[in-house]
C-alpha cells in the first residue's frame, strides 16, 4: 500500500475531536492549522496534516506554493528535509494535505539541543542558524523581481544531525508554512489561516489584517529572532536566554548592522512571550468554543485537531 493510502485511510477515519482513537497513532506536535503525527502504518515517517482548505484549487495552490518554497531556500544553500506534499481527497468535503517527511534522530532536533547540548554547542547551533537567516534577508534586499523569502528561526524548526554526523550542515524540517512574498503579498494567501479563526471573530481578523501582521514579523531581522528566542521559554529553558541574546545581538551588531536594528533585550523577549502566551491561550478557548457549538450543538464536522492543556 503506497504512503498516499495508508493516508487516505488513516482520514477517513480520523475524528478530528478524538485523535489518539486510531490505533498505532501518536501526536508529535500542533500548529494553528496542523497536527504532526507518526503512524504505525508508517515506520521511520512524520506526517504533518493541514486541514482547513476551501476547495481542490486552494490544495493544489498550497501545494505548488509549498513546493516554490523549498526551491527557493535551496537555491540560497539552505538544506530542507525530504518532504512529499500529498494531497488526500475526501467525499463531500475538501481534500487536506499530508506533508511527510523521514524521522530524524531525536538528539539532532533543535529543541533538544536547546534542553540537553552544553554550552558550546548551543552557541554553535545558533550561529549555524543566524549565517542562513542573514543570507536569506540579504538575499531579499538584492533581489530585483519583487520576491522575499524567509524561515521561522526556532530551533525546534531545524535538525543538526546526530551520532558521527552530528554539527553537520543544518536541515530545516518545518516548511509547512511558506513565508514567500511577491510585491509584498503573502504568496500563501491568508485564507488557509482564517480558516481556522472561529466565524464570530473571523471579520475582526480580517479588518485588522492579523494574519498579514503575524507573517510580518518574520520578514524582519529583529522581530523574527525575538519570537525565536521567546520559545527558549515554551522549551523550558529560559535559563539560556541570556547565552541566545549574547550570540544574537552580537550578530546584529556585526554581522548584520544593516538589518538588525537595536539589540534585543532579555525583558523584550519575556514581554513578547508572555503577549503571545496569553494572545494564544485567548484564541485556543475560541476555538474550543467553536468546536462545541459545532460539534455538540450543530452536529457539524470540527475538523480541525485541537491541543489540550499547554504547559507554558
Not at 478524538?18 to 502504518?41: D, H, K, Q
Not at 533581489?143 to 552530528?166: I, K, M, P, Y
Amino acid at each position: 500500500m503506497s504512503e498516499r493510502d495508508v493516508l487516505a485511510r488513516f482520514e477517513a477515519h480520523l475524528d478530528p475531536a478524538r485523535p489518539e482513537a486510531a490505533p498505532g497513532v501518536s501526536i508529535i506536535g500542533y500548529g494553528e492549522v496542523s497536527t504532526v503525527f507518526a503512524l504505525a502504518e508508517l515506520p521511520g515517517r512524520v506526517c504533518k496534516r493541514m486541514s482547513g482548505f476551501r476547495d481542490a484549487e486552494a490544495v493544489a495552490h498550497y501545494a505548488e506554493t509549498v513546493r516554490r518554497y523549498i526551491d527557493f531556500l535551496e537555491a540560497e544553500d539552505i538544506r530542507v528535509v525530504e518532504t512529499a506534499i500529498l494531497a488526500i481527497e475526501r467525499k463531500g468535503r475538501a481534500p487536506v494535505v499530508y506533508l511527510a517527511q523521514p524521522q530524524l534522530a531525536a538528539e539532532g532536533l533543535g529543541n533538544s539541543v536547546l534542553r540537553h547540548a552544553d554550552d558550546a554547542t548551543l552557541r554553535a547551533r545558533l550561529d549555524a542558524v543566524l549565517l542562513r537567516i542573514g543570507r536569506l534577508l540579504r538575499s531579499n534586499r538584492e533581489r530585483r523581481d519583487g520576491r522575499s523569502v524567509t524561515v521561522d528561526a526556532q530551533l525546534s524548526n531545524w535538525h543538526f544531525g546526530s551520532g558521527e554526523r552530528a554539527g553537520g550542515e543544518p536541515l530545516l524540517i518545518d516548511i509547512g508554512t511558506p513565508f514567500m512574498r511577491k510585491d509584498g503579498a503573502d504568496e500563501i494567501g491568508v485564507e488557509l489561516f482564517l480558516a481556522a479563526v472561529p466565524p464570530g471573530v473571523r471579520a475582526l481578523y480580517r479588518r485588522a489584517r492579523a494574519v498579514e501582521r503575524y507573517l510580518d514579523a518574520f520578514f524582519d531581522a529583529r522581530s523574527l529572532l525575538v519570537d525565536a528566542v521567546a520559545n527558549f521559554h515554551k522549551e523550558g529553558r529560559p535559563d539560556r536566554i541570556p547565552l541566545a541574546l549574547e550570540r544574537v545581538n552580537r550578530w546584529l551588531a556585526e554581522d548584520v548592522p544593516d538589518l538588525g536594528g537595536r539589540p534585543i533585550r532579555a525583558e523584550d523577549v519575556d514581554r513578547y512571550y508572555r503577549n503571545d502566551a496569553k494572545t494564544l491561550e485567548l484564541y485556543l478557548r475560541a476555538r474550543r468554543l467553536d468546536r462545541f457549538v459545532r460539534t455538540r450543538l450543530l452536529g457539524q464536522r470540527y475538523d480541525f485537531i485541537l491541543p489540550g492543556a499547554i504547559r507554558r
